[in-house]
């Protein structure tokens, strides 16, 4: 079963899917209960030839967009979802999160021709187990199926180094910005801070340390744009870490 069908071809030695996770190789006694889910009726229908030849495979249904893709996981609750990034009325990164709630033992694999970052992203964000390309053999579509089934996850060679490389850039710019110091916050800013930490909103903030709570407001939104974080929580959790907090 080497062939390959519509957009897939048989992947290169360097372009076979890469592996991550456990693998105990546990026998599975059922099947492995799979949606298709993808706007095109002739790909779906070829993967469906092309898993009806694995013994431990059964596609037990189908759907061609992302809102149908949640109602036939709630009825269904398959063991993977194998489906595309772009379609129409819903798509797949933002069906995922859904079919996650209506099926939460489903593991989900996008199988798309889009090979965005942001897209690899987001599907993981979103809760997708596996990523893989369009270009891949027929053959590594159902191990990848089997693999992800048995807790690991999968992604397109050329996606992992995409992934990889993102990694190295988001330590660099950890580690620069621990090179930064703490930017100097005003006493009163402190003060403010530390009541924030506590737990307490800007009205009682204000009749704690006599002042107006337009005044509180001003400071909360001097000490976010000092730290430039974006909440008051952030602010808490990165006063604590770079232990600025401890004043007096």
């Not at 360097?14 to 298709?36: F, K």
């Amino acid at each position: 079963m080497a062939d390959s069908f519509g957009p897939m071809r048989a992947g290169d030695a360097d372009e076979r899917v890469v592996a991550s996770g456990p693998d105990d190789g546990s026998s599975r006694g059922e099947p492995i209960r799979v949606l298709v889910v993808d706007d095109h009726a002739l790909f779906r229908r070829g993967l469906e030839i092309v898993l009806a030849a694995e013994e431990d495979i059964q596609v037990v249904g189908e759907a061609g967009d992302g809102a149908e893709a949640v109602d036939k996981a709630a009825d269904l609750l398959p063991d993977i979802v194998l489906m595309d990034v772009r379609m129409p009325k819903r798509g797949g990164i933002e069906a995922c999160t859904s079919i996650k709630e209506v099926a939460p033992s489903a593991k989900i694999i996008m199988l798309t021709i889009s090979d965005e970052e942001a897209d690899l992203y987001d599907a993981i964000k979103a809760g997708a187990t596996g990523y893989l390309l369009k270009e891949i053999s027929t053959d590594e579509v159902a191990t990848a199926i089997r693999a992800v089934a048995d807790g690991q996850s999968q992604i397109s060679p050329s996606m992992a180094s995409k992934l990889l490389t993102e990694f190295k850039s988001m330590i660099q710019r950890t580690d620069e910005r621990r090179l930064v110091p703490a930017p100097r916050l005003t006493d009163r800013e402190l003060e403010v801070l530390k009541l924030v930490a506590t737990g307490m909103n800007n009205r009682d903030i204000a009749k704690e340390l006599f002042i107006s709570e337009n005044t509180v407001k001003n400071h909360v939104r001097n000490i976010l744009e000092k730290l430039q974080l974006h909440s008051r929580m952030e602010a808490v959790v990165y006063a604590m870490r770079e232990k600025i907090l401890e004043i007096r």
